[in-house]
T-cell receptor, first 115, second 117 residues
Framework: AAGVIQSPRHLIKEKRETATLKCYPIPRHDTVYWYQQGPGQDPQFLISFYEKMQSDKGSIPDRFSAQQFSDYHSELNMSSLELGDSALYFC??????????????FGPGTRLTVT | AQKVTQAQTEISVVEKEDVTLDCVYETRDTTYYLFWYKQPPSGELVFLIRRNSFDEQNEISGRYSWNFQKSTSSFNFTITASQVVDSAVYFC??????????????FGEGTQLTVNP
């Protein structure tokens, strides 16, 4: 079965640089979520999109932005990177029916290292 | 605000032992969903189970079983006859039902389970 695809899997950037993470949801899933997981931490919700519109926003820094495109893939753009942005970034997708989102399936994650 | 607490930070067992991972949650909603995810050393998050707040039936899937008790706001996870491959971090998570927004997951801190041969 098709899974969530994330690219790149690993990314090394320097402070103040910019990074773009990509996410391709499971086919026919209409909702995409982004989470950030710091070392030894639980995943923290950043932002979500439903049918290409932002549907919810969590603890996402102003330096980060995201969007969902017409083909449902999503990109997380991160600017002015800081050392503290080093983390595993997960994308998850789910389908929704009658206002209820079902289980979220996670991609393998992108490990971002900021030096 | 919603909150999930996994009081057990680390658990170590010997293969074939049974082990229970505890999860306690807080929410003001009457409709909500509970989940368990597994994160093996390779890092991916693997979905294990989803439960809605109206269904308190316990569930068994092979060596895995889940006990949902609304009265104590708990959703515990038991692995029977544990195996080395069960070694991972296990996260309990909660989402509230929202008509117009996405159902973000709030995770507990996770429990590191180590199964020794």
């Amino acid at each position: 079965a098709a899974g969530v695809i994330q690219s790149p899997r690993h990314l090394i950037k320097e402070k103040r640089e910019t990074a773009t993470l990509k996410c391709y949801p499971i086919p026919r899933h209409d909702t995409v979520y982004w989470y950030q997981q710091g070392p030894g931490q639980d995943p923290q919700f950043l932002i979500s999109f439903y049918e290409k519109m932002q549907s919810d926003k969590g603890s996402i820094p102003d330096r980060f932005s995201a969007q969902q495109f017409s083909d449902y893939h999503s990109e997380l753009n991160m600017s002015s990177l800081e050392l503290g942005d080093s983390a595993l970034y997960f994308c998850a997708s789910s389908s929704r029916s009658w206002g209820v989102s079902y289980e979220q399936y996670f991609g393998p994650g992108t490990r971002l290292t900021v030096t | 605000a919603q909150k999930v607490t996994q009081a057990q930070t680390e658990i170590s067992v010997v293969e074939k032992e049974d082990v229970t991972l505890d999860c306690v949650y807080e929410t003001r909603d009457t409709t909500y969903y509970l989940f368990w995810y597994k994160q093996p050393p390779s890092g991916e998050l693997v979905f294990l189970i989803r439960r809605n707040s109206f269904d308190e039936q316990n569930e068994i899937s092979g060596r895995y079983s889940w006990n949902f008790q609304k009265s104590t706001s708990s959703f515990n996870f038991t692995i029977t006859a544990s195996q080395v491959v069960d070694s991972a971090v296990y996260f309990c998570a909660l989402s509230e039902a929202r008509e117009t927004s996405g159902s973000r997951l709030t995770f507990g801190e996770g429990t590191q389970l180590t199964v020794n041969p």
